[in-house]
């Protein structure tokens, strides 16, 4: 099963969910805002991808975090503070078979589902 966690209001999560429903791809949503997350989770997305490809360093919650924040290295304090803030995390962030990816990318998508 396929799991994807975003927010509806996503552009990028709009496209991705469009995209598995017209490839007739089982899939489940988690709106984050609606199902919040929790640390254990977040953690191990971190020790599947690292802080560097977890994090949305263009976003505005990103820009808005102060010097400190922006210099966390324990998985941990980072994982609080994306639970905190869960527009932190790169959009869409998918759970699969094959592991935890993020982002959207059509062909790269398409070798990996069809």
């Known amino acids: 099963m396929i799991t994807?966690?975003?927010?509806?209001?996503?552009?990028?999560?709009?496209?991705a969910l469009r995209w598995?429903?017209?490839?007739n791809?089982?899939?489940?949503?988690r709106d984050v805002r609606k199902q919040p997350l929790n640390e254990a989770e977040v953690v191990h997305w971190l020790q599947q991808l690292?802080?560097?490809?977890?994090?949305?360093?263009?976003?505005?919650?990103?820009?808005?975090l102060d010097e400190q924040q922006?210099?966390?290295?324990?998985?941990?304090?980072?994982?609080e503070l994306?639970?905190?803030?869960?527009t932190l995390f790169k959009r869409p962030l998918v759970?699969?078979?094959?592991g935890v990816h993020v982002g959207f990318n059509e062909s790269t998508w398409h070798?990996?589902?069809l």
């Open 4 to 15: 994807v966690h975003g927010i509806s209001n996503c552009d990028t999560v709009k496209k």
């Open 20 to 23: 598995l429903q017209q490839q």
């Open 25 to 29: 791809i089982a899939f489940e949503f």
């Open 50 to 64: 690292g802080a560097e490809k977890l994090i949305n360093k263009r976003s505005t919650s990103w820009r808005q």
């Open 70 to 79: 922006k210099q966390l290295q324990d998985d941990a304090a980072i994982a």
């Open 82 to 86: 994306i639970v905190t803030q869960p």
């Open 95 to 98: 759970e699969d078979t094959q």
């Open 111 to 113: 070798q990996r589902y």
